[in-house]
């Protein structure tokens, strides 16, 4: 594996350069969104190729979870957080979301112009979990995907804070971590899922192991949670 590879089978060509352009050891969100909006009009493609098995990969298998927690009902408000290029939004259709009002976020203009031509978002904003305070007010969702979200040197560990903050009393919060990041013993996501289980923000109603993007040889563990 090259050097400054830091997660995958898949090492050479367009998913190659694309792997080591959206992943970094430290966060810095500059970098991410020059990394997605280099990458957002081949994105789906790449997904479909990282998953290998005919589904999204990290889209498919994080809505599914999801599905089998979050009631489904009649014009629920479900926000998409890095909802990248809305590939979450059109699984959650499928899966019997529907109708609903979804609202994506992303700090990627170029994800969130594919997004738009989905034509199925309510919202879309350009903004950088956890500073959505200005946009969002607290308890307005019935539930939260985040899809993809919890990588390498990605979405911040505050962004579980300010999911909480904007999700209703019984409501859900429903995200993937790359099960290498969960792993690992500094990791501070992990640090926050268990924090915010332990002040009683959120009760972890399932935490579960699972496919994420197959064909690269990447797990995911997802986690159901539900707001106190
Ligand atoms: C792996 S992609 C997943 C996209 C989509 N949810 C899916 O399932 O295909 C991660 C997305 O999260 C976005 N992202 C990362 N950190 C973010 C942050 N702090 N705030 C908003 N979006 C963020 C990225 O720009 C990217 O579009």
């Not at 050891?25 to 909006?37: F, I, K, V």
């Not at 589904?55 to 998409?80: A, E, N, W």
């Not at 290029?85 to 992303?106: A, C, H, K, M, Q």
Request: charge should be negative.
């Amino acid at each position: 594996m090259r050097q400054d590879h830091i997660e995958g089978k898949i090492v050479e060509g367009r998913l190659g350069e694309f792997h080591r352009d959206v992943h970094a050891l430290t966060y810095d969100s500059d970098r991410l969104e020059r990394a997605y909006d280099k990458h957002a009009e081949n994105y789906d493609e790449f997904l479909m190729e990282l998953a290998g098995d005919g589904t999204s990969g990290c889209s498919h298998y994080t809505t599914l979870f999801f599905s089998k927690y979050v009631p489904r009902q009649k014009g629920m408000r479900i926000l998409d957080a890095g909802v990248g290029t809305g590939i979450g939004g059109v699984e959650l259709i499928n899966l019997g979301y529907n109708p609903l009002s979804i609202v994506g976020v992303d700090l990627s203009s170029k994800m969130l112009e594919q997004a738009k031509k989905r034509g199925i978002y309510q919202e879309l904003h350009y903004a950088r979990f956890p500073e959505t305070k200005e946009i969002f007010q607290p308890d307005e969702f019935d539930a939260v995907l985040c899809a993809g979200g919890f990588s390498h040197a990605a979405m911040p560990e505050s962004a579980m804070v300010e999911f909480v903050r904007v999700t209703r009393p019984g409501g859900f919060i429903v995200f993937s971590v790359r099960k290498s990041v969960y792993d690992k013993s500094d990791s501070a996501i992990t640090a926050m899922i268990k924090l915010l289980q332990r002040e009683g923000s959120w009760d972890i109603v399932a935490q579960e192991c699972g496919k994420y993007l197959p064909a690269d040889g990447v797990q995911a563990v997802y986690f159901a949670c539900q707001v106190l």
